[in-house]
């Protein structure tokens, strides 16, 4: 009932809303990214009304209810068929079997037997059709068939009944038998629909009729009691195999149900991943990337995701006076700056369809025509260019200081992709990168500075003057560049809304004999740059942030969009008809691995409907006990299988009530159903008794009933005589149960029975029906072996009906005057009805049940490939960002361009460690594949760099980035880490010295890759420490960076270093000297924006053996993934994939320093990696 659906449903999604996701700190981060817990089942509701935090849609109870009262009636309409297939049969039965019917009798059974093809036909009536008319009236026509279908087989019984002229109620309780039973069975009908209406009507009709049309019979009111017995117990089966379908079907809606919201938590933190993931790396990288990971690669370099391009305008632009404002405004102060900044450059982008590259300090590049290309990219990087000219006339009003943008444009080829294992950045590297970023340095305030290559892409959609830039900058002039200032823009921007809006003024303009085409230009540029002020005002209109009312409105989107789904995922879909590809004519699947699953699979409670055996043979005592002979021998007969199958019953639904018996015996039952063979074998030893049980009745008992206690031999022959029969038993061939057994055993027999007269042999083949149900609906049988077990036991009955008790069935074809057509092939010939028509149900009951089994496995599927998406997109999210900003950002869906995200930390230790000297190793000839080989070659030293951070030692230190080739990377930045206020130096301070650890490691590394690669590469390194800002620039392309004086310090001591020597401040140097570093005094270093600055270069350690500690009683790390740093002696036990890095652990720092030094006095200094690499000049 409906009622009956609500509260199971509400139930099942209370019980699995008992568990409920929480949050967790984010944890420290380990040598890989962490596992992140996977949603389960326990974390989905079922019930109530709206969205939970998780994510996961809460559907209200009555749009539940409607949605499963939809699903259920579709999943049974595919049984409809096989009720007008078991009426048809009996409509044939009507036809062929009484010979003696009358005409009108029999043009009746015709019409009826029309009417049941007619109602075929109106099945297929707007099936498969796409046209929304044909597919209402299919809907329509569904609802109606089955109820025109039941009121057409109970018309077709009436009629039977009423024109037959003479009838008995135990001639069609066959059919009475089994249409009562696939009323619940086959009819889409909800079952407060069938229990008060049809079921009753069904019973009453089938009971009731038969006794009103009756021939006079002194056994009449026994027959009716055993009619009902019999009628009901079908109606019982019919009920329990109902409510078992419709606990299937719920168990499986609520099943999908769960794993479609699971699956769409799975998409929306997919799909945030995803964004987050398209935000930093172009589509076609990160589905490159997303297919590689976890594969394993034989080749002999790491793989490199790179591409060249050719045709692309490179744009940077730098805040020109920005280094002054710094030094009176806090790090955090700064950072909210640029971010509100740079939010409006990347809006600027998008409109421009420009490409950000990177964000270094206050300087900004991106680039456009790559990766996909189009033929204005120089055209679009020039109205970007103007537009942030514009927008900095922000910070001039924020900062209330003359600042100022230098924009810088060069046109040419790059190689755009990823370097390195960890944090990948999307970079572009090529000499023509470097021109452009000369063009910006050689560039003006407030202009946008573009070399000839970039003014040949133009169109003459500006107007430019010469800007001699070749003469401010050498690089320019060895390449040959002539260099040019925009002035003017003569064919303004138009996006594609915008050239809507440009053709109707056009128009207009053209239908006005005072329109001119500079008045539209004019006018047109006015709105342009009206568009860009909108563009860059938007700082608090688009702050992601959604009114009460526009959240309601989204939630009400979201409960629609799950609701349709579920309807996509459950109603619509016809699993019946998609089975048929999957299985073969016996209905296995044609998956080995499937059906093995299959065969071992079991639904819950699918032991009970063995319930069904154990009552028909209850109902056997009862029934025959009104009907036929009382005697002591046949309820021996009947009752003796009463012990094994209630013993093999109770064994197999012990696991169904576990609350309620023993441990230990339930326990046994899940052992005994756990074995298929086993419980398979128990399902057909409990049908072969059944079904025996009949026949060993009919064969030991019920035709010893000839004897003179009940039917003397005179009478006996009289009726035969009336036959127009001699009959002769000696004579006559007719060998029956006597001529075989014993004449001792025989007269045993014949004193046993009573002496009353009841001789009604057709209820024992009417039983038989009821036999022939309870086995159709055993669960633990296939379709094929019920369906011999059918067939089997419906032909030993007829074999016994026909010629065995054919002496018995004369005498009550006597009792029915004598009908042409004998008693026992009626009563045969409807057993076989019964067989055909439970033999095609037992079959759809298969087909039903590996259906919803089909339908388990596909929304596990499902959900494993959304699962796996997500893992991937979540490894590649926290290989682009550290894992506490990823889990921000991806909980934080409705973030703005403009949401800040930033943490101070007090004590950070910041590396910079470059390799001068690459740039020279560096060339764009074709030996090098345009300079493919030589990032190739990169790649793998920085990708070597990265794997050091995966030993356990190194846990601390995070990269933030590299510039070129030069890598950055910080250690302190731990939200773990909690320090005592008195704890000492060498405590607060011990992840400094792991960093100079790591940049030693970093050294030998090189060192490793040179001997194998015969180069001779070195590093210039630079430590800073102190306070530092860390946090995200552009929330909606994230960049995660630190800024802050501590590193522009860094980056100052290694840019002012040298080659193969570590440079520190006085600060850092007394710092590490208490770890037992030893340094050699440099002497004063001027440092830009700080004046003179006393420098050091790290020599080596005095103490060899000590190692850099954390001593427990003054840190304390929190989580799981808290570890003590360990010493580098077990970087041997460690599992490491680093094919070009040899650890040297047990080697002396010393000596490795002595190294070093040695390679530096050979190479000297190269140069500078340029003014791109100080941050917040």
């Known amino acids: 009932m409906p009622e009956e659906k609500g509260t199971s449903l509400e139930n099942g999604g209370q019980a699995a809303a008992n568990s409920t996701p929480t949050k967790t700190k984010p944890q420290q981060r380990q040598k890989t990214p962490p596992a992140r817990r996977r949603p389960n089942d326990s974390d989905v509701v079922a019930g109530g009304v709206g969205i939970t935090g998780g994510g996961v849609v809460i559907l209200p109870q009555h749009v539940l209810n409607e949605l499963y009262h939809n699903y259920s009636i579709k999943q049974r309409r595919s049984g409809l068929k096989w009720f007008l297939f078991a009426a048809v049969l009996f409509n044939i039965w009507t036809i062929v079997i009484p010979w003696d019917q009358a005409m009108a009798t029999r043009v009746v059974n015709c019409c009826m037997l029309l009417a049941y093809l007619a109602l075929t036909a109106l099945l297929h009536i707007g099936r498969g059709s796409e046209k929304p008319t044909l597919k209402r009236l299919h809907e329509i026509l569904l609802t109606i068939i089955p109820r025109a279908l039941w009121l057409l087989s109970i018309l077709h019984f009436v009629a039977y009944v009423i024109l037959q002229p003479s009838f008995s109620p135990r001639d069609v309780l066959g059919w009475a038998i089994l249409l009562n039973f696939l009323v619940y069975v086959t009819l889409p009908l909800p079952l407060i629909f069938l229990g008060l209406s049809i079921g009753c009507c069904s019973y009453l009709i089938c009971l009731s009729l038969p006794v009103a049309y009756s021939r006079q019979d002194p056994m009449l009111s026994n027959q009716v009691a055993a009619n009902a017995v019999l009628i009901a117990t079908a109606a019982l089966i019919g009920l329990l195999y109902y409510f078992m379908g419709e606990a299937k079907q719920k168990r499986a809606f609520l099943e999908a149900k769960k794993s479609l919201e699971v699956k769409m938590v799975i998409e929306e933190q997919s799909a945030e991943q995803e964004r987050l993931l398209l935000s930093v790396l172009p ?11 976890g594969s394993s690669s034989s080749e002999a370099f790491k793989k490199i995701y790179m591409s060249r391009h050719e045709n692309v305008s490179i744009l940077y632009a730098d805040i020109v006076g920005f280094t002054a404002i710094s030094s009176t405004y806090s790090a955090q102060d700064l950072v909210k700056m640029l971010n509100e900044l740079f939010a409006r450059f990347d809006r600027l982008a998008e409109k421009y369809q420009q490409l950000r590259i990177k964000i270094l300090g206050d300087c900004y590049y991106c680039i456009s025509g790559a990766p996909d290309e189009r033929p204005d990219h120089a055209v679009m990087c020039v109205h970007m260019g103007l537009s942030m000219v514009k927008a900095i006339k922000y910070v001039q009003q924020k900062a209330n200081s003359p600042v100022d943008m230098r924009v810088g444009i060069h046109t ?7 370097l390195g294992q960890r944090q990948w950045q999307f970079d572009v590297y090529s000499k023509d ?3 452009a970023n000369k063009m910006e340095s050689s560039g003006k305030a407030g202009r946008v500075h573009i070399s000839d290559k970039t003014l040949a892409f133009l169109n003459g959609e500006f107007e430019v003057e010469p800007a001699f830039g070749e003469k401010r900058e050498e690089l320019l002039r060895i390449a040959g560049l002539k260099t040019y200032f925009i002035t003017k823009v003569v064919k303004p921007f138009a996006s594609p809304c915008a050239k809507k809006i440009n053709e109707t003024q056009a128009e207009n303009l053209h239908s006005s004999p005072n329109g001119s085409t500079n008045e539209a230009i004019t006018g047109a540029d006015d709105n342009d740059g009206l568009d860009d002020e909108e563009l860059l005002a938007q700082t608090v209109v688009s702050n992601g942030h959604q009114t009460p009312g526009e959240e309601d409105e989204e939630e009400q989107v979201k409960l629609e969009n799950f609701k349709q789904r579920l309807k996509d995922e459950l109603v619509t879909r016809d699993g019946h008809e998609n089975l048929i590809k999957d299985t073969n004519v016996f209905l296995r699947f044609k998956n080995p691995q499937l059906e093995q699953s299959y065969a071992v699979y079991r639904e819950p409670y699918s032991s009970l409907p063995l319930l069904a055996a154990l009552l028909v043979q209850c109902i056997d005592v009862l029934y025959s006990y009104l009907v036929l002979p009382r005697s002591t021998l046949h309820f021996i007969n009947i009752a003796a299988p009463l012990v094994p199958i209630a013993m093999l019953v109770v064994i197999s639904i012990a696991e169904s009530f576990s609350g309620m018996l023993p441990k230990f015996f339930v326990d046994v039952s899940k052992r005994f159903n756990d074995i298929t063979f086993v419980r398979e074998l128990a399902a057909i030893i409990i049908a072969l008794t059944i079904g025996l049980s009949n026949v060993v009745d009919m064969f030991f008992f019920v035709t010893f009933v000839r004897t003179e206690h009940i039917v003397s031999e005179s009478e006996f022959n009289a009726t035969a005589g009336m036959e127009g029969v001699e009959v002769d038993v000696e004579d006559s061939g007719v060998v029956t149960a006597e001529h075989l057994l014993p004449a001792s055993f025989v007269e045993q027999m014949r004193e046993a029975v009573p002496t009353e007269r009841v001789l009604y042999p057709s209820y024992l083949s009417n039983f038989g029906v009821l036999i022939l149900i309870a086995i159709a609906v055993i669960a633990q049988l296939t379709h094929l072996t019920k369906i011999l077990l059918l067939l089997s036991i419906a032909a030993l009955h007829c074999y016994f009906n026909i010629f065995i008790m054919q002496d018995l069935y004369s005498l009550e074809d006597d ?6 057509i004998s008693t026992r092939y009626c009563t045969s010939g409807l057993l076989l009805v019964a067989a055909l028509a439970l033999s095609t149900l037992a079959r759809h009951m298969d087909h039903e049940d590996r259906v919803i089994f089909k339908w388990k496995t596909e929304v596990a599927e499902q959900k494993e490939t959304a699962n796996d998406m997500r893992q991937r997109n979540e490894a590649l999210v926290y290989n682009v960002l550290p894992v506490h900003v990823a889990e921000h950002f991806m909980k934080n869906t409705k973030r703005s361009h403009d949401d800040l995200y930033s943490q101070s930390y007090a004590e950070v230790g910041v590396l910079f ?10 060339s764009e000839e074709t030996v090098n594949n345009q300079g493919l080989e030589c990032l190739r070659f990169l790649n793998e030293v920085i990708s070597d760099f990265d794997a050091l951070l995966e030993l356990p030692q190194f846990q601390d230190i995070i990269k933030i980035k590299t ?16 320090l005592r206020n008195d704890a000492p130096i060498i405590e607060r301070w011990s992840h400094l010295a792991v960093l100079v650890e790591f940049a030693l490691e970093l050294k030998h590394a090189l060192q490793g890759i040179n001997e194998q690669s015969f180069n001779h590469f070195v590093l210039k390194m630079g430590i800073n420490h102190g306070p530092i800002t860390a946090g995200v620039i552009g929330a909606r392309k994230p960049h995660y960076d630190i800024w802050g004086n501590t590193v522009n310090v860094a980056s100052r001591m290694e840019s002012t270093g040298k080659a193969g020597a570590i440079q520190v401040t006085e600060e850092t140097c007394n710092i590490l000297q208490e770890f037992g570093y030893t340094f050699l005094q440099r002497g004063l270093v001027a440092v830009k924006g700080k004046g003179q600055l006393m420098t050091y270069y790290l020599q080596g350690k005095s103490q060899p053996n000590a190692e850099p500690a954390a ?13 003590t740093l360990e010493s580098t002696t077990e970087l041997e036990a460690s ?7 040899k650890v040297k652990a047990q080697e002396a720092t010393a000596e490795s320093e002595g190294i070093a030094q040695e390679s530096s006095l050979g190479n000297g200094s190269a140069g500078q990696v340029g003014e791109s690499q100080s941050l917040l000049e």
Do not use: C, W
């Not at 076609?284 to 990337?289: D, N, T």
């Not at 599992?1135 to 890095?1141: F, N, V």
């Open 433 to 435: 990168v470097e021109l």
């Open 1135 to 1141: 599992d490491i994939k680093t094919p070009l890095l």
């Open 913 to 922: 460690a470059s390799m001068p000297n690459f740039s020279d190793f560096y």
């Open 1111 to 1123: 001593p427990t009683s003054a840190i304390e790390l929190h989580g799981p993934e808290s570890t």
């Open 963 to 978: 510039i070129g080739s030069t890598y950055m990377a910080a250690s302190g930045i731990n939200l773990q880490r909690n």
């Open 815 to 820: 009792l029915s005057h004598q009908p042409l």
């Open 412 to 418: 040419g080829a790059v190689l755009a992709g990823i």
């Open 283 to 293: 589509k076609h990288v990160a589905i490159k990337m997303r297919e590689d990971l």
